[in-house]
């Protein structure tokens, strides 16, 4: 709790996936990639109920042992094509918050006090996100997007932030009338690159392993 408002984190983790077969459950270091998250939630300082929303009865059990409350969610909301924002209205319309943490469960190098200071930037805004330092220069299928003639050094350039997507906060009154996990006054929680790593290929998982060890 923070100011005394409830805040309750929701960690959302499909059975399914296609990158990685059954990817929430798949080990790392000898536990499933969810406990990270899981934990971090857990420990952290302001978070007052931490959440799983899953279709899969392996994942819930295993949530709940881990500490975590569970809510099933509806298999039209955990396909392939399913959005995100539809399950975070479906907890929200089952449980009473003040504050969500949407955490994703592919980011299990988030730490307690990463969520902690996300948070503790929720008190003076609508809601939050989570970015990196983009430092590199950027291209898309057509070329360069900056110009060839005129280079700049990387400490000249416009400061600029990549979402990483490793987790949101809004207010559950915000998300509700609009529909959206990020509305009214947003800012971010910058996170350390290594931190922001989305496990969502085989080569995500080696990497993460190599980091933690």
């Known amino acids: 709790m923070i100011n005394n408002k409830v805040v309750c984190s929701l960690i959302p983790a499909r059975g399914g996936s ?6 929430n459950m798949v080990e790392i270091n000898n536990k499933p990639l969810i406990t990270y998250t899981i934990q971090a939630s857990l420990n952290s300082n302001y978070i007052d109920q931490t959440w799983v929303s899953s ?14 409350n569970v809510l099933r969610r509806p298999k ?4 392939d094509l399913s959005p995100t924002e539809p399950t975070l209205i479906h907890f ?3 449980c009473n918050f003040d504050y969500l943490f949407f955490i994703q469960a592919t980011s299990p190098l988030i ?3 990463d969520l902690d200071r996300g948070i503790e930037i929720a008190q003076t805004c609508d809601s939050v996100v989570s970015v990196c330092d983009l430092t590199q220069l950027l291209w898309d299928d057509e070329g360069p997007l900056y110009d060839l003639k005129n280079r700049k ?21 915000g998300l509700l009338n ?19 790593i989305d496990v969502d290929s085989y080569e995500d998982l080696d990497l993460v ?4 060890e």
């Open 18 to 23: 296609k990158g990685i077969p059954r990817k």
């Open 55 to 68: 279709d899969d009865e392996e994942i819930l059990n295993y949530s709940k042992k881990l500490g975590s």
């Open 76 to 79: 039209e909301l955990a396909t």
């Open 92 to 94: 929200a319309e089952n």
């Open 111 to 113: 730490e307690s006090k």
């Open 153 to 173: 050094r990387r400490q000249d350039s416009k400061k600029m932030y990549l979402e990483t997507g490793s987790f949101f906060i809004t207010k559950k009154i």
């Open 178 to 196: 609009s529909k959206n996990r990020l509305n009214g006054e947003i800012k971010f929680c910058k996170l350390s690159k290594y931190k922001s």
């Open 209 to 212: 392993k190599r980091i933690m």
